[in-house]
């Protein structure tokens, strides 16, 4: 209905408000109708949405790994029986024997190489299945893969032969270093083998120079044979470079020095040769890391610091020492992974790679498991035994770790690589930069000092080789606290026992050891006493436990005391109810009064 304004203005004022009433009357009138006309369209598009059944398919390759992981052998059979690639290769290059190697199924490795998987097959590290099974310590894996002729003499790209990876006294140890007497190969043999790579690159070089050639030439990357030979340890290598011209500041493509990786990969005496001849260790590579922010061990910081002092002494003073004197070279090497010894001339970005994957499997045959956390959840960092070697498994980063880049994400696709994910003890998922934890009810290797240092990032970004962890939060909430100067706050969720309060454990052992590695222990002020926001419950019916960090203190606040009384439908109550109704003697029921059936409904 439309209405002349001219005529309008022209009537009484009562038939002006009747009329204007009854045009808005018309206005809602029609425009509820037209909602009614879009909802029932809405719904009509739907409906078919909803009555077609989505179905999520996953590759062969995808359920025989998922199979292999689970010892779901079964599978593995029927996968195989129809057709599927027993040779396949991983996205790390390895083989479906790596992965036998790595969960220690011994049946699944043995049909694979019925049906032809190669027994000495490498992945991108040079890796062989031995190599794995030796870090893993599965002896009856060495055992099966040695009787089905794998090489025990494959080097990886660091050098290293699988004994070079298993644990002295374990039995994987022992059947290797049996393998190796019945070849007739001694450890001395061994050693010379290793030690041929530094003097073939020190005789290619001697030529090099003969010949005229340039000592600073480099590779696409930007790699010289100085950083080469630095990364490597080889110093009779580095002293001629370095005596014939190489540039102790030559950059690579990630502006790092050759002094940067000889600290990062541990190599004290090359530190010590290149800061002889003039390497600056205030210079930054691409991820603003001097030297000594990187350094492998104290001992090679503490180096790079005090070289650091003199250079900053000598801007201001030209006549100062370049260098202290003092050399404690013998006392590094201890402290650098086995496996970076004695290594061989590969592309230095392989090898960031190996230094974690020496960590990831570094798993010690009768080390002390780690220890169960303290009552207050906190072990200081001063706790740990400097060079105590503790126990860590972190399973390699996989495609599924960030659950946002899968292509389709409904309930089934989340559910199925969460619940693969758990098989594989990986309890740890983004969905972007949300963190879902499954609580794994059980003690992972994942939480030691070593683990907590490998999160360390000088710029909050997560290392792409490095798997989900809470550690990770913990290092991304630091930095966006340095670089916005404003406190942050973790939001931990879930159901009563889904693991928040060990989470919140785990961050707080993180930032301690961050803020302060040098030890201390931190009051114990945490208690279990509030209730949490859960998954089901909507924000207004309760509100989360909120925890704040500020640097020494933690708060946690019972916001939630509706819960004790009145659960709602399909709500647990406190976790330590059901365990005090389930482990409590009689006597003691009686005791807090709960022995009537009125305090069993209550829970
Ligand atoms: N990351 C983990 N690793 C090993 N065990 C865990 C982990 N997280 C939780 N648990 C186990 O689950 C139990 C319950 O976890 P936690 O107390 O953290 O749950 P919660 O969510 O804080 O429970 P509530 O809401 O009742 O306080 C722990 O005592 C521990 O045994």
């Given at each position: 209905m439309e209405i002349d304004q001219c005529l309008l203005e022209s009537l009484p004022l009562g038939q002006r408000l009747r009329l204007v009433r009854r045009l808005r009357c018309d206005q809602v009138r029609a425009y509820c109708e037209r909602e009614k006309v879009l909802q029932r369209q809405?719904?009509?598009?739907?409906?078919?949405?909803?009555r077609r059944k989505r179905k999520v398919q996953f590759g062969s390759s995808d359920i025989i790994q998922d199979a292999i992981v689970r010892h779901d052998n079964k599978e593995v059979v029927r996968l195989l029986k129809e057709g599927t690639d027993p040779s396949m290769l991983l996205p790390s290059g390895g083989s479906l024997l790596h992965l036998c190697a790595r969960h220690d199924n011994v049946f699944a490795a043995e049909l694979l190489m019925e049906r032809g998987a190669d027994v000495n097959q490498q992945d991108e590290d040079l890796w062989t299945a031995l190599h794995v099974a030796s870090a893993c310590d599965s002896a009856d894996m060495a055992l099966?893969?040695?009787?089905?002729?794998?090489?025990?003499?494959?080097?990886?790209?660091?050098?290293?032969?699988?004994?070079?990876?298993?644990?002295?006294?374990?039995?994987?140890?022992?059947?290797?270093?049996?393998?190796?007497?019945?070849?007739?190969?001694?450890?001395?043999?061994?050693?010379?083998?290793?030690?041929?790579?530094?003097?073939?690159?020190?005789?290619?070089?001697?030529?090099?120079?003969?010949?005229?050639?340039?000592?600073?030439?480099?590779?696409?990357?930007?790699?010289?044979?100085?950083?080469?030979?630095?990364?490597?340890?080889?110093?009779?290598?580095?002293?001629?470079?370095?005596?014939?011209?190489?540039?102790?500041?030559?950059?690579?493509?990630?502006?790092c020095t050759p002094l940067h990786l000889a600290a990062k990969y541990g190599q004290a005496h090359i530190v010590n040769q290149l800061l002889l001849h003039g390497a600056d260790p205030m210079l930054l590579n691409g991820a603003k890391d001097k030297p000594s922010d990187i350094a492998a061990t104290d001992w090679i910081a503490d180096v790079l610091l005090k070289a650091e002092?003199?250079?900053?002494?000598?801007?201001?003073?030209?006549?100062?020492?370049?260098?202290?004197?003092?050399?404690h070279y013998e006392e590094v090497n201890q402290d650098v992974p086995p496996s970076l010894r004695n290594s061989l001339t590969f592309p230095i970005s392989k090898r960031d790679g190996l230094l974690e994957k020496d960590i990831m499997f570094r798993d010690v045959a009768g080390a002390p498991a780690p220890q169960p956390s303290q009552e207050n959840g906190i072990e200081g960092p001063s706790s740990v035994v400097p060079g105590k070697l503790e126990q860590v498994k972190l399973v390699p980063p996989a495609p599924s770790d960030d659950l946002a880049s899968l292509s389709e994400l409904t309930n089934s696709s989340l559910l199925y690589e969460m619940q693969k994910r758990f098989g594989n003890d990986q309890i740890y998922t983004y969905i972007g930069h949300i963190l879902l934890l499954v609580n794994p009810n059980k003690d992972l290797p994942i939480y030691s000092t070593v683990v907590s240092q490998l999160y360390l990032s000088?710029?909050?970004?997560?290392?792409?080789?490095?798997?989900?962890?809470?550690?990770?939060?913990?290092?991304?909430?630091?930095?966006?606290?340095?670089?916005?100067?404003?406190?942050?706050?973790?939001?931990?969720?879930?159901?009563?026992?889904?693991?928040?309060?060990?989470?919140?454990?785990?961050i707080m052992r993180h930032l301690a050891s961050r803020s302060c590695p040098k030890g201390f222990?931190?009051?114990?002020?945490?208690?279990?006493?509030?209730?949490?926001?859960?998954?089901?419950?909507?924000?207004?019916?309760?509100?989360?436990?909120?925890t704040w960090y500020t640097w020494t203190q933690l708060y946690t606040y019972a916001l939630e005391k509706s819960r004790l009384c009145s659960s709602a439908p399909h709500q647990h109550n406190f976790n330590v109810f059901y365990m005090m109704a389930e482990g409590l003697s009689a006597e003691e029921r009686g005791a807090l009064c709960l022995a009537c059936d009125c305090a069993q409904t209550q829970i």
């Open positions: 809405g719904s009509a598009r739907a409906r078919p949405l909803i099966l893969l040695l009787l089905a002729g794998a090489n025990i003499m494959l080097q990886d790209i660091n050098g290293n032969i699988p004994l070079d990876y298993s644990t002295e006294g374990s039995e994987t140890n022992y059947i290797l270093l049996k393998r190796l007497e019945e070849n007739g190969v001694d450890l001395s043999t061994v050693q010379s083998m290793k030690m041929q790579q530094p003097s073939t690159m020190l005789s290619d070089v001697q030529y090099l120079l003969t010949t005229g050639g340039s000592v600073n030439q480099c590779n696409d990357e930007g790699v010289t044979l100085l950083h080469i030979a630095s990364a490597n340890g080889y110093s009779d290598v580095v002293s001629l470079l370095l005596k014939n011209g190489a540039d102790p500041q030559a950059a690579d493509n990630t502006c002092a003199c250079w900053e002494e000598r801007l201001r003073d030209p006549t100062a020492p370049s260098l202290p004197t003092e050399n000088s710029s909050g970004r997560l290392c792409s080789s490095l798997p989900p962890h809470i550690f990770s939060s913990a290092e991304r909430a630091y930095h966006m606290m340095m670089q916005e100067r404003q406190p942050q706050c973790f939001i931990l969720s879930g159901e009563s026992g889904s693991g928040k309060t060990e989470a919140c454990k785990h222990m931190l009051e114990p002020k945490m208690k279990h006493v509030s209730g949490d926001f859960t998954l089901h419950r909507r924000p207004q019916q309760g509100l989360p436990k909120a």
